[in-house]
């Protein structure tokens, strides 16, 4: 061990003046950050909520409208099935009543051709699990429920694609801080560091954001405000702010938002009003075009969560696959609306059951509590390792240091967020890194009380320890990655700290310790170990 290979001086040279100088931003005022040369690191270390101050809501998935949208969905289906295998099986009453999806057959005689043609939609093609339950009756009359296990799953798969929206629609760029986790099946917690205002959050996230595409049924204006409408149109009322009125419109949708690949807020060159420009994929531009040029001359009502935008005239074919939006737009909300369609739609609304919001005063409080506590450990952790070892514990300090700063650069690298149960994952590494120092440095004595010379017993130090230094830390990275894998927020930060401290302090431990000995002993040539 004494005799170096040339290429651990340079790795342990090059890691060490790179961890300085990714950890040099973290030990400068903000201001001066901007002075530093491009060609050097500039990023800091992220503080989270509890450090930092700022917002956090707890999200609930609306699993009643979630249902209802599903059972929908599963009327269409059931008509369309029908439709298509048979069109002698005659139906009426598609719609949705309590928690069942209904269709009801005019002829009750055909309900076993009805029943072989509405199985397959009970089954997932993917598992081949039950997901609907058909329940029938004399009268003709077929129900379809969402099985319980089916609901569940239902809540899991929208609380995880809400996760990735929203987190489209908060950080847009994937440079902020923003926290975004599940919390059970239907839950989502959402914490934005340096936010104080929790309404800009909410503003974001509330909207479904979903742009639907609609014909406008021409009914008298006192026959719509009575609710009297045609079989197959609704009302709708007109987006808050839009200067719109309320419409008559197709209740299935001839066009979604889910076809557009580009949204951004604009002005329209003839009024000067800000306008919301989009355009639309190959598959959205044809259908598009094929929907102009079929209605030409009629109106075409552009909502966005069951709310009318606009309701312009269609005066020729839309072929080019581009349009802007009208709609009384200020740049704020022209801007706002972009995000959220660029984001996407959330599969289910969202509601707001916890909002917090952490002030930044507690956050320095608690920074200069953690750095309190971390300055205390390290003065005792070198004060035993000077009592215990001498020199060779100066060595172990040194080798702290240099742990402590490779720490700082790799969170700071990974824009990993340090949060106060990560200031405690990091005082707890500062003793775990001087472990493997004193596992090494008990097994020299024991080697230089049993009549090794002290080459030897440094030799045998570091050979016999490893095994116990590399068994201890892998089961606590082991450990570190349940607490990641099944933690969320506060957890995952002390697990983040605590795995990143393992790796580098068994580095500084062994590599900085062993070449700091080395020279040592080849400068000093000791006839006995001064440990």
């Known amino acids: 061990m004494l005799q170096l290979a040339r290429w651990r001086v340079i790795l342990v040279a090059v890691v060490t003046a790179m961890g300085i100088a990714f950890a040099f931003p973290n030990f400068v005022p903000e201001q001066m ?46 008509a369309s099935a029908l439709r298509e295998a048979d069109p002698q099986i005659r139906y009426t009453g598609r719609g949705v009543v309590g928690d069942a999806a209904r269709i009801r057959l005019i002829d009750p005689t055909q309900m076993e051709a009805a029943r072989r043609v509405l199985r397959p939609l009970g089954q997932s093609t993917t598992t ?12 003709g009359l077929i129900e379809a429920r ?8 239902l809540s899991r798969q929208a609380a995880q694609q809400s996760i990735e929206v929203i987190r489209r629609r908060i950080d847009p760029t994937g440079t902020s801080e923003v926290t975004i986790v599940r919390q059970g099946d239907d839950r989502i917690i959402v914490q934005a560091p340096g936010v104080s205002d929790p309404e800009m959050l909410k503003a974001r996230i509330g909207q479904t954001a979903l742009m639907t595409f609609h014909m406008v049924r021409n009914v008298p204006p006192e026959d719509a405000a009575a609710g009297r409408t045609p079989i197959g149109a609704m009302v709708v009322q007109p987006y808050p702010d839009s200067g719109g009125s309320s419409e008559v419109v ?8 889910e076809r557009l690949v ?12 800000f306008v919301l420009s989009f355009a639309l994929d ?27 935008l606009t309701a312009p005239r269609i005066n020729e074919p839309i072929c080019g696959g581009t349009g802007q939006i009208s709609g009384n737009f200020t740049a704020e909300s022209a801007n706002n609306l972009a995000v959220m369609l660029r984001a996407g739609a959330l599969p289910a609304p969202l509601s707001v059951i916890d909002e917090r919001t952490v002030d930044a005063s507690l956050g320095r409080d608690a920074i200069e509590s953690g750095a309190r506590a971390s300055a205390v450990a390290g003065v005792v952790t070198f004060l035993f390792m000077l009592l215990a070892y001498g020199l060779f514990g100066i060595f172990a300090c040194l ?3 240099v742990n402590f700063i490779l720490i700082m650069a790799a969170m700071s690298t990974i824009g990993a967020a340090l949060t106060l149960p990560g200031i405690a ?11 493997a120092n004193v596992l090494i440095y008990e097994r020299m004595r024991e080697e230089a009380a049993a009549g090794r010379g002290p080459a030897l017993a440094i030799d045998a130090g570091f050979n016999r320890a490893m095994i116990t230094i590399i068994d201890a830390n892998l089961t606590t990275i082991l450990a570190a990655a349940i607490l990641f894998q099944f933690g969320a927020g506060p957890v995952r930060g002390f697990a983040w700290t605590l795995s990143i401290g393992v790796v580098t302090s068994v580095f500084a431990a062994v590599l900085v310790t062993q070449i700091l000995i080395a020279w040592w002993f080849r400068a000093a040539r000791p006839k006995t170990l001064p440990i």
């Open 262 to 273: 580009r949204a951004n807020p604009s002005t329209d060159p003839q009024t000067g009003e």
């Open 425 to 435: 994952g990091l005082i707890l590494t500062v003793a775990m890194a001087v472990d």
């Open 399 to 401: 080798a702290l240091v």
């Open 282 to 308: 190959s598959e959205g531009t044809r259908l598009f075009c094929r929907i102009t040029r079929q209605y030409t001359g009629e109106r075409f009502a552009i909502l966005l969560d069951n709310q009318v």
């Open 146 to 153: 969402i099985t319980p296990a089916h609901l569940r799953e």
């Open 250 to 257: 197709e209740r299935r949708p001839r066009f979604t938002g």
């Open 128 to 139: 081949g699990n039950d997901i609907i339950e058909f329940t029938e009756s004399a009268d």
């Open 33 to 78: 950050r901007d002075q530093i040369p491009n060609f050097l690191p500039k990023q800091a270390i992220n503080l989270g909520l509890d450090l930092r101050g700022g917002s956090q809501l707890l999200l609930e998935i609306d699993t009643a409208t979630m249902q209802h949208q599903q059972l929908d969905n599963i009327a269409d289906q059931m």
